[in-house]
């Protein structure tokens, strides 16, 4: 029973490339959560999607930066034109249902380092 | 502004000693406090408090929450070198289904 599968585990990238981040959730779970961990801070929400609907982006960059689930494959974050101030631990939960019963799923995350 | 606050930051003990780490929040509205572990990888689940004075427990492990003066205690007894990771205080406000994460409290056990 796999959980929460990121990839890349590391990326590296220069300033103004894009970078695109994946997440398969665990197998039956609809809903996906984005969060950034900037060193010695803790998780800050990004967003919040459901299969093909973006619920909540509140936490999200108002430029550069846009989140997907389709309907089928895995979740993507995609950060277009990358500033050094981007790098950051990206995680990615899912959760069986739309309100958490606080058992959010993590996975690995996603280290984005930005020359 | 919602806010999860925790302390110590940062936290050296040795193994065996009884470690208390602190969690204060204000959110306007409130529905439960969590509790994860993170080692190196992903943040695993430890507690949801949802009630004041209902000591949770797993192990060596132990939380309890105060909904009066807003905040939680997680307890670490018989402290061990597989305890040291830092440990994520999180409050899910029944709002926008956003759960606010604290800065964590970085627990280091000697042996």
């Known amino acids: 029973n796999a959980g929460v599968m990121q990839n890349p585990r590391h990326l590296v990238r220069r300033r103004g490339q894009e970078a695109r981040l994946r997440c398969s959730p665990m197998k039956g779970h609809s809903h996906v959560y984005w969060y950034r961990q900037l060193p010695e801070e803790g998780l800050k929400f990004m967003v919040y999607l459901q299969k093909e609907n973006i619920i909540d982006e509140s936490g999200m960059p108002k430029e550069r930066f846009s989140a997907e689930f389709p309907k089928e494959g895995p979740s993507i974050l995609r950060i277009q034109q990358v500033v050094r101030g981007d790098s950051a631990a990206y995680f990615c939960?899912?959760?069986?249902?739309?309100?958490?019963?606080?058992?959010?799923?993590f996975g690995e995350g996603s280290r984005l380092t930005v020359l | 502004e919602d806010k999860v606050v925790q302390s110590p930051l940062s936290l050296v003990v040795h193994e065996g000693d009884t470690v208390t780490l602190n969690c204060s929040y204000e959110v306007t509205n409130f529905r439960s406090l969590l509790w994860y572990k993170q080692e190196k990888k992903a943040p695993t689940f430890l507690f949801m408090l949802?009630?004041?004075?209902i000591e949770k427990k797993s192990g060596r492990l132990s939380s309890i929450l105060d909904k009066k003066e807003l905040f939680s205690i997680l307890n670490i007894t018989a402290t061990q070198t597989g305890d040291s990771a830092v440990y994520l205080c999180?409050?899910?406000?029944?709002?926008?289904?956003?759960?606010?994460f604290g800065k964590g409290t970085r627990l280091h056990i000697l042996p």
């Open positions: 939960a899912s959760s069986p249902t739309g309100y958490p019963t606080g058992e959010l799923f």
């Open positions: 999180a409050v899910d406000p029944n709002r926008d289904d956003k759960i606010i």
């Open positions: 949802t009630s004041s004075g």
